[in-house]
């Protein structure tokens, strides 16, 4: 399995909290897509986020794969602060309340992490009913740090220890029983 985040889109480049806004890919993260492409090994199906940026990823890291939608691979909601960048929020109580753990806002994270182990049980199930033995995956950025964090092999500290970089992710080997994701190394884009 193949575990990539979507390329860079104008809100990523921003700093926005992108989340749930079906945005599309912006021209930069297109290229970096086309870029990609070559870095990664064939697949022969595609499991993606029903957002626009991760089905144009998709099809330009993988073109003419046949994708299925996986509605749990969505982004994390952030609520309020979707669509807002760091600056625009700083001053905000909210803000700094949710930052500093006091308080869940949109999504909580755990609810996240649940959401992507879900996901990889669904795509797990579908992969094997049928045939497919090497399969990709591109969702986001919060999606697969939580799906990690729960079935990530070697475990690592904290969820941001999973963190991936636009067109980058992991090749993984997928157990089903008990649901874990063997880490083999990395996939794509691995520097900013």
Not at 40 to 57: D, F, G, K, N, W
Request: net charge neutral; with cysteine; hydrophobic share 40%.
């Amino acid at each position: 399995m193949i575990l990539i985040r979507h390329g860079v889109t104008r809100g990523n480049l921003e700093k926005r909290f992108v989340g749930r806004l079906d945005v599309p890919l912006a021209p930069e993260g297109e290229a970096m897509a086309r870029e990609t492409a070559p870095l990664l090994p064939a697949v022969e199906h595609l499991y993606v986020s029903p957002m626009r940026r991760c089905r144009q990823t998709a099809a330009l890291l993988w073109p003419g794969v046949a994708q299925t939608v996986i509605e749990d691979l969505r982004e994390t909601d952030f609520g309020p602060f979707e669509g807002k960048s760091h600056q625009e929020l700083r001053d905000d109580p909210m803000y700094q309340r949710w930052l500093a753990g006091e308080m869940a806002v949109g999504e909580p994270a755990e609810d996240c992490a649940r959401r992507g182990s879900r996901a990889l049980e669904a795509l797990a199930e579908d992969a094997l009913a049928r045939g497919f033995t090497r399969i990709g995956v591109v969702s986001h950025g919060g999606l697969l740090m939580g799906m990690l964090t729960r079935c990530g092999r070697p475990a690592r500290t904290g969820f941001y220890d999973w963190y991936p970089q636009n067109c980058g992710g992991y090749r993984a080997e997928l157990v089903r029983e008990p649901l874990e994701l063997h880490i083999l190394g990395p996939a794509g884009r691995t520097k900013a």
